[in-house]
């Protein structure tokens, strides 16, 4: 019923000169990923609010045949290929081996990354959180937040607790939400491997707590954004749009890009989009608020396209300053991501790359998916992973890695030319988590146990700032995205502590019992300088977990937001997705930004 209106809405609009506004809504909502569509359906709930979202991705129903890559959680973790994505590469890192050029994970498809991720549920630490509030965030650290995450979902523990317990899933029901939209549960199976890596972890005597989602130090069994019922992932579309699509207030719009947000003198007033290039522009008023959630690089693409941004930046590409904010798109973070690979001996039946290279195996997994919800086609890319404080993956070297951070130049070889205010939010963002990787309260490794029995070492708290800048005034033309890793050396300095740690884990008998043979990064690199290397020649710079672009700081810190998320020095337009994060969480990014949409929803509610 829905779908058909806003085709119809679609195909209205799409024939309308551009000179007038063809509608107007309360909100004007652009991008229905992950962010969005929690704040649609919010916003929605109240009839007299009229809410549009404007997507550029396709919407699946999920009838679609193609829908089973978001649906099964066979085919999770971005290996959908290319058609569910903007395919934009960031550009050249010296110094960087196979992956100096890339392209950026960034979801084209409604529900965002929720549709396409790794299906990983999970939150950084409470000082994660702690942190943002220390940078000048009152009421956005831990407890801030907690209310939202638990308001975002619905927690299904194992059924079968003796299972659960031989797979050393625990769990924590006051830091759990019983009653939201996103269905958070574990799948019925899980490979044998799994229990090998938590006895490594208990003889290195790392700590196990009970939820993860309480306290995210140590190892732990992270749920997925799973339905308990079918197996099936839960996502932005499924937990947020389907509950809102029946509202007569409620229109959205499919495979149609915004291309400027549009302003009455500094309010902003509406938006501008089309099919696409030489389309018909339409434009759609607002008359309350333009929310951007369009993800942590076009949402400072599209600020500024519309004239918000840094002066200097808009001025050379001919755009008019609505606002000097130099710190749209000048904090781009994201995990660093190096592929540990060690060659084991598994059993036939423990193998899971069979499902790639025995076509019958699959198609007899899938039967039995399909038949009774269970089995390799249930899971994902795994459920085991580690998150490791400095001080546990190198107690004998983490303070003098430390003072040498300290005296260290600023991390960023261009900093010249960022603007003072940015510099300074830095220098303040750097001193503070200085100060944290000296304690045992921030985990800046994150060690994920792959079922393939691979081991992803991840850099979880970055140093190394990355930009976002418009390359065109043209909206079709894809934006300059600078990652900037491991423009800061400490960076470089904990990965290589990280991976002495994961082979110290690898060393344990319950790992040694699997003949490992280390291929990646190789048994004979040793020295620091070699690893280093490695590191340099292997790692990938972006774990589809983008965010900070434009930061909720104090706007003398190269802020953007405040802390209503209200973008500074215009009236009417609030960024809510990963871009206001100050500071990237040591975790998986979903449960965040879901709770920073809900919170942010009840803030526009209530007024504020």
């Known amino acids: 019923m829905k779908l058909s209106l806003a085709l119809v809405l679609a195909s209205t609009v799409a ?10 809504y309360d909100y004007i909502i652009v991008g229905g ?5 929690v704040l649609a359906a919010r916003l929605s709930a109240t009839p007299s609010n009229s809410v549009l979202v404007i997507e550029a991705g396709h919407l699946f129903e999920e009838t679609e045949p193609p829908s089973i890559d978001i649906q099964f959680p066979r085919y999770s973790g971005w290996n959908t290929g290319q058609k569910y994505h903007w395919n934009i590469s960031w550009t050249p890192i010296a110094g960087l081996g196979a992956n100096a050029v890339g392209n950026l ?39 801030g937040l907690l209310p939202w995450f638990k308001k975002s979902e619905t927690f299904t523990p194992p059924a079968d607790a003796a299972w659960a317990a031989e797979y050393g899933i625990t769990w924590d029901m006051s830091v759990r939400g019983d009653s939201g939209p996103v269905h958070v549960s574990y799948p019925p199976w899980l490979y044998p491997q799994t229990k090998a890596y938590w006895a490594a972890c208990r003889a290195m005597g790392l700590p196990f707590p009970r939820d993860g989602a309480g306290d995210a130090r140590g190892c732990f069994m992270t749920p997925n954004a799973m339905d308990p019922a079918t197996m099936t992932r839960s ?56 929310v951007m959630a369009a993800g942590a690089v076009h949402t400072p693409r599209l600020l500024q396209l519309s004239g918000v941004g840094e002066r200097k930046l808009l001025e050379r ?10 710190g749209v798109g000048a904090g781009l973070q994201d995990h660093v991501g190096y592929f540990m690979r ?13 499902l790639t290279t025995d076509p019958a195996y699959d198609a007899e997994m899938k039967a039995l998916f399909l038949a009774n919800r269970t089995g390799p086609w249930a899971i994902s890319q795994g459920n085991g992973a580690g998150f490791f404080p400095l001080p546990q993956i190198s107690p004998s070297n983490y303070t003098t890695l430390l003072a040498s951070a300290a005296a260290a130049s600023a991390s960023l070889p261009n900093s010249p030319a960022l603007h003072p205010t940015v510099l300074s939010g830095h220098a303040l963002q750097r001193s503070l988590l200085l100060q944290h990787f000296a304690h045992n309260a921030t985990a800046v490794l994150e060690v994920i146990f792959a079922i393939r029995m691979s081991t992803t070492l991840v850099l979880t708290k970055p140093l190394s700032r990355g930009r976002v800048l418009l390359n065109s005034s043209s909206p079709w033309a894809h934006p300059l995205v600078h990652m900037h890793t491991f423009t800061a050396a400490p960076d470089v300095a904990i990965l290589v502590e990280g991976l002495k740690f994961a082979r110290r884990l ?16 190789g048994a004979g690199v040793r020295s620091e300088e070699e ?78």
């Open 105 to 143: 994970p960034l979801a084209k498809v409604f529900g965002g990354g929720s549709a396409i991720n790794g299906m990983f549920f999970d939150r950084g630490t409470p000082a994660d959180y702690d942190l943002w509030e220390e940078l000048g965030n009152p009421g956005w650290g831990w407890e």
């Open 506 to 521: 690898w060393s344990q008998p319950a790992l040694q019992a699997y003949a490992p043979v280390e291929a990646v990064p």
């Open 235 to 290: 996502y932005a579309k499924t937990a947020y749009h389907n509950m809102a699509r029946d509202r007569g207030n409620y229109h959205f719009l499919q495979e149609r890009e915004v291309t400027r947000v549009l302003f009455e003198g500094r309010r902003a007033v509406g938006v501008e989009y089309a099919k696409g290039p030489g389309e018909p522009v339409v434009r759609v008023r607002a008359r309350r608020e333009v």
């Open 342 to 354: 060690n060659n084991v001996s598994l059993p036939k039946e423990d193998d899971p790359t069979r």
């Open 531 to 608: 690893i280093r290397e490695a590191l340099w020649a292997g790692a990938v710079p972006s774990l589809a977990h983008p965010s900070c672009s434009c930061p909720m700081l104090p706007r003398e810190m190269g802020g953007c937001v405040d802390t209503t998320l209200r973008v500074y020095g215009v009236q009417g337009l609030r960024i809510v997705d990963a871009s206001v994060m100050p500071v990237i969480p040591a975790s998986h990014l979903m449960a965040t930004v879901y709770a920073v949409a809900e919170k942010a929803a009840d803030l526009i509610i209530s007024g504020v």
């Open 15 to 24: 024939s309308t000169a551009s000179t007038s506004y063809t509608k107007e």
């Open 33 to 37: 990923g992950t962010s969005g569509l």
């Open 317 to 326: 590409l001919g755009i008019e300053v609505v606002v000097d904010l130099p």
